[in-house]
T-cell receptor
Framework: DTEVTQTPKHLVMGMTNKKSLKCEQH?????MYWYKQKAKKPPELMFV???????INESVPSRFSPECPNSSLLNLHLHALQPEDSALYLC?????????????????FGSGTQLSVL | AQKITQTQPGMFVQEKEAVTLDCTYD???????LFWYKQPSSGEMIFLIY??????QNATEGRYSLNFQKARKSANLVISASQLGDSAMYFC??????????????FGTGTKLQVIP
């Protein structure tokens, strides 16, 4: 199984809603990532988890709250989002942790959640 | 500062012809990795090819090859025998160690490739 599964594929929410994005992988990867991608832009790193611990937070607003319940799951909890948060949210995983200088570890991406905030 | 630069916002190529997508990068870390990803209109990011900073030979994966010129800090993707299914956005990316000691992957702005029948 070489897949990263993201649910839901599409999400429309109001600014007062609370919702969660889910990501799952069963490749035994110990690093998981959230990226945000606006239309016609490159993915921008939001968070990195290594061994279920948050290792990188790229100054993301607190209305985005990541959670890594176990080594296979990664959630992104959304609350009080703004219309400018509408984007494609991509989850990815890689084999090792950041402290290993294995620069050939490629990211495996999910197909993303297209989020629209009204 | 821009770490990964892709200067071609869009490219056209005739079907069955070869095309080169440009990528230059900037890092002071001697250990880094360079990747190319393909993103079709459906949104998923598909890994194409990898080049390590210490690799002596240019990477190849089927129709994809990477023209790695370390001194010039360039890592251009060459697609041979283009197919209609190659039409997509292509991102160059670099893995390096962040200030906190953890690895990050940063993407360039992308090149939209369109293959013409």
């Amino acid at each position: 199984d070489t897949e990263v599964t993201q649910t839901p594929k599409h999400l429309v929410m109001g600014m007062t809603n609370k919702k969660s994005l889910k990501c799952e992988q069963h490749m035994g990867h110990r690093a998981m990532y959230w990226y945000k991608q606006k239309a016609k832009k490159p993915p921008e790193l939001m968070f990195v988890y290594s061994y279920e611990k948050l290792s990188i937070n790229e100054s993301v607003p607190s209305r985005f709250s990541p959670e890594c319940p176990n080594s296979s799951l990664l959630n992104l909890h959304l609350h009080a989002l703004q219309p400018e948060d509408s984007a494609l949210y991509l989850c990815a995983s890689s084999r090792g942790t950041g402290t290993v200088r294995a620069t050939n570890e490629k990211l495996f991406f999910g197909s993303g959640t297209q989020l629209s905030v009204l | 500062a821009q770490k990964i630069t892709q200067t071609q916002p869009g490219m056209f190529v005739q079907e069955k012809e070869a095309v080169t997508l440009d990528c230059t990068y900037d890092t002071s870390d001697p250990s880094y990795g360079l990747f190319w990803y393909k993103q079709p209109s459906s949104g998923e990011m598909i890994f194409l090819i990898y080049q390590g900073s210490y690799d002596q030979q240019n990477a190849t994966e089927g129709r994809y090859s990477l023209n790695f010129q370390k001194a010039r800090k360039s890592a251009n993707l060459v697609i041979s025998a283009s197919q209609l299914g190659d039409s997509a956005m292509y991102f160059c990316a670099m893995r390096e160690v962040s200030s906190g000691g953890y690895q990050k992957v940063t993407f360039g702005t992308g090149t939209k490739l369109q293959v013409i029948p």
